[in-house]
């Protein structure tokens, strides 16, 4: 049976970069038992998620997936990210702290994905086995880097330094000689769609997917053994793979990318309005990076702020 160019006699490894919400895209690649990528993409729904995972790898290897798969605690964090935080946090490459207080982790999304997909989650295991994995200090750990890459939107950063983050990352997966990605046309079409972005909008609708391959690159390095990457946690509590803890520096805080004060108003999309009438798709975002650091704001808070704005103004 073939999909495409894709012969599914032979074993594939997975990537998958997952949204914590079917609103949001899930990244998904696929590299061969030879670390080659070869396909990606991405999804929405579970039902998505595993129809693409089927059509592009019928015999499973490692399914590597950026989401937490076992959750035990109740509140707090778990022990797996205290340690990648301790190893990588001087890095900016800390996770996001998880618990079964959160909605979305009881249970967690991932691992109802690695349950679909038949697969056990015992980090013990090479292959036919779905690991959890983390791409920021993959890529520290991986490529010696100095800093996490800034590529995410985040309002602090100015779009011209995100989009020059974005570019470096793309050169680093095309320098990896295994992954071979250049010779994939679809890497063409997402080298295109960066170097064209004029706007966050072009960069977000992407970003998953180029996660998507550096999960699917890990899963192919855990397949193959080594010491290039190593378990943080158990299998009880919950555990994340990635490199050992970095023995380089990392960079001075004085050198490091200074965040800008703004506030942005933006749709879903990551796009501003271009005009006053202009529709809104999905619910606003609201991000203000104030003196004391960065807030997330609700649509009234929004609203008091807009208000604040015009007395002073007006004044």
């Avoid at 691992?111 to 890529?139: K, T």
């Amino acid at each position: 049976m073939r999909v495409g160019a894709l012969t599914l006699a032979t074993t594939v490894h997975v990537g998958v970069d997952l949204a914590w919400g079917p609103k949001n895209r899930t990244g998904l690649a696929a590299v061969g038992a030879d670390g080659r990528l070869l396909a990606s993409g991405s999804a929405g729904s579970d039902d998505e998620i595993i129809d693409w995972i089927d059509a592009h790898a019928l015999r499973r290897g490692v399914v590597a997936i950026d989401a937490p798969l076992i959750v035990t605690n109740r509140t707090g964090r778990r022990a797996c990210e205290s340690a990648i935080h301790a190893a990588f946090g001087r890095f900016d490459a800390s996770p996001h702290s998880t618990n079964l207080g959160k909605p979305e982790m009881n249970p967690p999304r991932g691992a109802v994905i690695a349950e679909r997909l038949g697969l056990p989650v015992d980090p013990s295991l090479r292959n036919r086995v779905a690991i959890e994995v983390y791409p920021h200090p993959a890529m520290v750990g991986l490529w010696e880097l100095d800093l996490n890459l800034k590529y995410k939107h985040k309002a602090k950063y100015e779009f011209a330094f995100r989009k020059r983050e974005f570019e470096r990352l793309l050169d680093l997966l095309e320098a990896e000689a295994t992954l071979r990605v250049s010779a994939l046309p679809r890497w063409s079409e997402l080298r295109s769609i960066a170097v064209a972005a004029t706007g966050h909008g072009a960069l977000n609708r992407i970003e998953d997917e180029v996660d998507g391959i550096v999960c699917a690159w890990l899963a192919y390095l855990w397949s193959i053994g080594g010491q290039r990457l190593v378990v943080f946690g158990d299998i009880d509590s919950g555990y994340i793979v990635a490199p050992p803890a970095p023995t380089h520096a990392p960079r001075p805080r004085a050198l490091r990318q200074a965040p800008r004060s703004s506030v942005r108003f933006q749709d879903a999309t990551g796009e501003m309005p271009t005009t006053a009438d202009a529709p809104v798709v999905g619910e606003p975002e609201f991000s203000f990076n104030g003196p004391t650091g960065p807030h997330r704001l609700t649509m009234s808070e929004a609203r008091l702020l807009e208000a604040a704005l015009q007395v002073a103004r007006s004044g």
